[in-house]
């Protein structure tokens, strides 16, 4: 074997290493997203610690795949498509590690409110995370067989995520206006929801990221944004 036709298997299994990394990295963050919602829903303070602490590891991961491509860019030097590809794993690990993070706080936020009692538009919250769980799973579909098309269609499903989250706050201030003893579990239930509705727009970011990489060009459209509150809510 030729040592160029030496390199070039190498950094095609360094790359395919990165890759599958970023992949199962992603499935952790879609997996903690899911446990944390039905944490919420069946007020499980036990199965909501194991998905704070369930975090380090998708931390771990970034820290990871971040020094492999690191690596890669530093002897490989990749041109144009595999540089492309390396980049785009950079920006989709940031991603999803932001996705974990989400994740946590939303179990954060489910121990809190098993402190307090059950308040109605909970039984919508689940409606969210669902629609979010799906999106992330299609956009990483979408990463790992470059499929332009199926991450087209998740990001412009985000929408539908911000429609949710606007009808859930209005709901949520007419319970708190209604009664004060609602106020507390109201606000918990707003920041998860907020969380929610950013794991979303987390996961369009990787989809524009997979769209770019499978084709080369931006998405040509507006961003669909349907959160019409303009209140920051995070954490």
């Known amino acids: 074997m030729a040592p160029q036709d030496h390199t070039v ?35 499980d303070s036990e199965a909501a610690t194991k998905v704070i602490e369930s975090d380090r590891r998708i931390d771990t991961m970034e820290h990871d795949a971040g020094n492999l491509a690191v690596r890669i860019l530093a002897l490989r030097q990749p041109m144009a498509t595999d540089l492309r590809e390396v980049v785009a794993a950079i920006k989709i690990s940031s991603d999803i590690e932001r996705i974990g993070d989400y994740a946590k706080n939303i179990a954060k ?7 307090l009692g059950p308040l109605r538009p909970v039984s919508s919250i689940p409606r969210m995370g669902k629609l979010a769980q799906q999106i992330v799973k299609d956009v990483l579909d979408a990463y790992v067989e470059k499929d332009a098309a199926l991450a087209l269609a998740a990001w412009r499903r985000d929408e539908e995520i911000d429609d949710l989250y606007t009808s859930l706050f209005r709901e949520l201030l ?11 579990p109201s606000t918990h239930l707003l920041f998860i929801a907020k969380n ?40």
């Not at 936020?109 to 402190?115: D, E, P, T, W």
């Not at 084709?215 to 809510?233: C, H, S, Y």
């Open 9 to 43: 298997k190498s950094f095609d299994v360094e790359l395919r290493r990165l890759i599958q990394e970023i992949a199962q990295m992603g499935g952790l963050a879609e997996e903690q997203l899911a446990q944390a919602i039905d944490a919420l829903a069946r007020r």
């Open 109 to 115: 936020r489910a121990l809190q409110l098993n402190q």
């Open 174 to 184: 007419t319970y708190m206006m209604e009664d004060p003893r609602n106020i507390g």
């Open 196 to 235: 929610i509705e950013r794991i979303g727009d987390h996961a369009t970011n990787i989809a524009e990221t997979v769209h770019f990489l499978a084709l080369g060009r931006t998405i040509d459209e507006t961003r669909p944004k349907g959160d019409t509150t303009n209140v920051a809510l995070d954490g």
